[in-house]
């Protein structure tokens, strides 16, 4: 006689590893002793799900609730797969049959919710995940499900909310990442968007939502020459794209003037903050400032060492910020003069060096 309850245990392990076909030849040996075993037609039905054989998942789902009607994840999973095979508006009944035997179980109150916000029904889904957040207020995943409906809603401030909670139980929540990149995003934060998506891939390397959000805020600008100037005018080029203000566009013109004068080739949106970082050195240096502004790159110069002792401590910084990345952008020049990495390493190393000292001017840059 087969212990079936250790078959079962051992299936679920298995899947929680991640191994869905290895527990379902597991959980078969169960069902070929009893084909009635509730239990194990549910475990079999959700190897097929995390296998995305959805006809049989959904054929083994039904004959578990035949056999244990009550039995409410059986009807969960059982919504849950049509949901996944296309069947959208059939899975509302057995989420709901699910609540009437578990009226107060977050994970069924968060699917109905989520069914609820795809068909537009915002504020019944709206009840349910907040219900769910407050009976399950330690599961980031709940207030994920409440960000997400929230979102649909137009209810951007309580997503946020909600997505930052997630985060806070739970670093690791990577849906919360790429989710608080999506507000950044249609926020027109790109910079912080793009922080967020890389941490989602990090935590998930194979998912697909943070992988396809990634491709739309990466740089578009790449160095025109690999030189210093050439990454500073891409620098240049993305802070025009993230809406930098103008302290940084200014540093930029005093450390790079070339790079500076190429913001006005980028477009209205470059001239237009090149214009606004030429006021800003009017501002910060008063008469002086007209004679670099007239003579060009080396008067530049001159005035930003003229000035140095009265700028503010966060320009001090985006100075530093530029020095260092400067220093790591010789080295990088130098080991592959020196044959220490190939062409194509060094290109890669320059873009990433564009991406990362744009992401340091922004987060230093006074506003």
């Not at 977050?106 to 699917?111: E, G, K, Q, T």
């Not at 407050?134 to 409440?146: I, K, P, Q, Y």
């Not at 998506?197 to 600008?221: H, I, M, S, W, Y």
Request: glycine residues 8%; charged residues 25%.
């Amino acid at each position: 006689m087969l212990d079936s309850d250790a078959i079962r245990r051992r299936a679920r392990v298995l899947l929680d590893l991640g191994r869905p076909a290895d527990a379902l030849l597991e959980v078969r040996r169960a069902l070929a002793d009893n084909p009635n075993d509730s239990d194990a037609l549910e475990i079999e039905g959700l190897c097929f799900l995390r296998l995305r054989s959805y006809p049989e998942a959904l054929d083994s789902l039904a004959r578990a609730i035949a056999r244990a009607p009550q039995a409410a994840h059986a009807h969960y999973l059982y919504g849950f797969a049509q949901r996944e095979s296309g069947q959208r508006d059939e899975a509302e009944a057995p989420f709901k049959a699910a609540l009437l035997i578990a009226p107060e179980e977050p994970v069924y109150l968060r699917a109905l919710a989520e069914l609820y916000s795809d068909q537009g029904r915002h504020e019944q889904g709206l009840v349910l995940a907040r219900r769910a957040a407050e009976l399950g207020a330690d599961r980031a995943s709940n207030h994920v499900t409440l960000g997400y409906v929230a979102s649909n809603a137009g209810d951007k401030g309580l997503a946020r909310i909600a997505y930052e909670q997630a985060v806070a139980l739970d670093p690791s929540d990577a849906a919360a990442w790429n989710n608080l990149g999506c507000l950044d995003l249609a926020a027109g934060d790109l910079l912080r968007a793009r922080a967020r998506f890389r941490e989602a891939l990090r935590l998930d390397p194979r998912g697909e939502r943070a992988q396809r959000n990634l491709t739309l805020v990466l740089p578009t600008r790449r160095p025109t020459s690999h030189s210093w100037a050439g990454l500073l005018e891409a620098v240049g080029a993305e802070l025009v794209r993230a809406k930098a203000g103008k302290l940084v566009l200014a540093a930029l013109l005093m450390e790079a003037p070339d790079a500076g004068r190429s913001f006005a080739r980028g477009g209205e949106r470059g001239a237009a903050l090149t214009g606004g970082a030429t006021l800003l050195l009017l501002r910060l240096m008063g008469p002086a400032a007209i004679l670099p502004l007239s003579l060009g790159a080396a008067a530049v110069g001159v005035a930003w060492l003229a000035t140095r002792d009265r700028l503010p401590a966060e320009r001090e910084r985006v100075r530093r910020a530029l020095g260092e990345a400067r220093a790591r952008f010789d080295q990088l020049w130098q080991d592959w003069l020196a044959g220490k990495l190939l062409r194509d390493a060094r290109d890669a190393a320059i873009d990433q060096m564009v991406e990362d000292l744009t992401l340091t001017l922004a987060k230093t840059e006074l506003t």
